[in-house]
């Protein structure tokens, strides 16, 4: 029986309210949250702090679920969390996956770059949001 995917994403925030992005060295080399496919036996929740940890190097605590998102074409669920830093160490790139890494101010933020990525950072952002469930469609890039 196979399973089905599951991914999660981290939205941590700095000092300076500027978001933490990696950018990738596949696909469409685009600037997106650290996260990615949960293991085996994996939660969600440690999938965002493993995922972090290696893109990043950073240890994160999960503060809370801002959304869930599925994805019909891929039948996947991503969900995404608030996550502060556990210490105080600037990010450092993995260089298996991501070439760099760095934190941008929100209305700044890089280019190539996906409509679902700006979506979980606004919604990880508005407090007051009650819909916390989403469905994804075939995502828009800016490049």
Same mark, same amino acid.
């Given at each position: 029986?196979? +399973?089905?995917? *599951? ?6 925030? &700095?000092?300076?309210?500027? *978001? ?10 685009? @600037? ?19 995922? *972090? ?15 869930v998102y599925y994805e019909a074409v891929h039948d996947m669920h991503h969900f995404v969390f608030t996550c502060k830093l556990d210490g105080n160490q600037p990010p450092q790139p ?5 070439? &760099?890494?760095?934190? @941008? ?17 606004? &919604?990880?952002?508005?407090? &007051? ?9 075939? +995502?828009? @890039?800016?490049?």
């Open positions: 029986m196979s +399973r089905k995917p *599951v991914g999660a994403a981290a939205v941590i925030m &700095d000092s300076e309210g500027r *978001v933490l992005l990696v950018k990738h060295n596949y696909g469409k080399y685009n @600037w997106e949250l650290p996260g990615g496919l949960s293991e085996q036996n994996e939660s969600a929740e440690n999938t965002a702090k493993r995922e *972090v940890l290696e893109e990043t190097g950073l240890e994160v605590s999960v503060e809370r679920l801002t959304g993995d260089e298996k996956e991501v070439t &760099d890494c760095k934190y @941008w101010a929100i209305d700044h933020l890089p280019k190539p770059i996906s409509d679902f990525t700006i979506a979980r950072i606004q &919604d990880a952002l508005n407090m &007051d949001g009650n819909r916390l469930f989403h469905l994804i469609g075939t +995502r828009q @890039w800016f490049e």
